[in-house]
């Protein structure tokens, strides 16, 4: 099966910027898509296609997908940012469909 | 602007089964663009997709999960639903629906076709507690 391999948390400070990682093999080959879950609310799709954005995100919110990672930036980061980010692909090459990685907290000091 | 709204128990006996319904609201779910889908997040982990389905029926399943779910859809009523047999405690979960975005392209970059199957928007979730 295809995995998704994130690091589990992440901790800054207002200002600096974050860099979230989503390893998996040739996952370049793959359409990659980002989600920020903020406690007690809903998933919400902040990037998809590898690296547009939906309208309504913030633009310091950027991604890049290549080789066997993908990358999510948001560059100065604010309280607000505070929330579990997730990556997920759809892999075709075995019949699990949909993959998410196991998510990334993110820590405003 | 589309909105999904879930419903149904918040508490399910162990070995029954587990049913919700997904309600669309603010578009059609017949659209072939899209499928719809059924993901969940059991507490203090992480997201796990259950399954999708697209409006004529056809279904796609988690192989982990395949053997105790059934999604279906009823386009009379613009919802689909869940069911989830056997239960246990291990299915204690929020239970999220969303639209899932099915789109094929040509990735300039990589030279390699994409699928891009992505959920937006989502319901904002419900709690499903399996206990006797």
């Known amino acids: 099966s295809y995995v998704l391999t994130q690091p589990p948390s992440l901790s800054l400070a207002p200002g600096e910027s974050a860099r979230f990682t989503c390893g998996g093999n040739?996952?370049?080959?793959?359409?990659v898509h980002w989600y920020q879950r903020k406690p007690g609310q809903a998933p919400v799709l902040v990037i998809y296609y590898d690296s547009d954005r939906p309208s309504g995100i913030p633009e310091r919110f950027s991604a890049s997908n290549s080789g066997n990672t993908a990358t999510l930036t948001i560059s100065s980061v604010e309280a607000g940012d505070e929330a579990d980010y997730y990556c997920?692909?759809?892999?075709?090459?075995?019949?699990?469909?949909?993959?998410f990685g196991g998510g990334t907290k993110l820590t405003v000091l | 602007q589309l909105q999904m709204q879930e419903s149904g128990p918040g508490l399910v006996k162990p070995s029954e089964t587990l049913s919700l319904t997904c309600t669309v609201s603010g578009g059609s779910i017949s659209s072939s663009s899209y499928f719809w889908g059924w993901i969940r997040q059991p507490p203090g982990k992480g997201l796990e997709w259950i399954g999708s389905i697209y409006y004529s029926g056809s279904t796609y399943y988690n192989p982990s999960l395949k053997s105790r779910v059934t999604i279906s859809v009823d386009t009379s009523k613009n919802q689909f639903s869940l069911k989830l047999t056997s239960v246990t405690a291990a299915d204690t979960a929020v239970y999220y629906c969303?639209?899932?975005?099915?789109?094929?392209?040509?990735?300039?970059?990589?030279?390699?076709?994409?699928?891009?199957?992505?959920?937006?928007?989502w319901g904002q979730g419900t709690l499903v507690t399996v206990s006797s």
């Open positions: 040739n996952i370049g080959t793959k359409s």
């Open positions: 969303a639209r899932v975005g099915n789109q094929i392209y040509y990735d300039i970059l990589t030279g390699h076709n994409k699928v891009g199957r992505r959920f937006d928007p």
């Open positions: 997920q692909v759809w892999d075709s090459s075995t019949d699990l469909g949909v993959v």
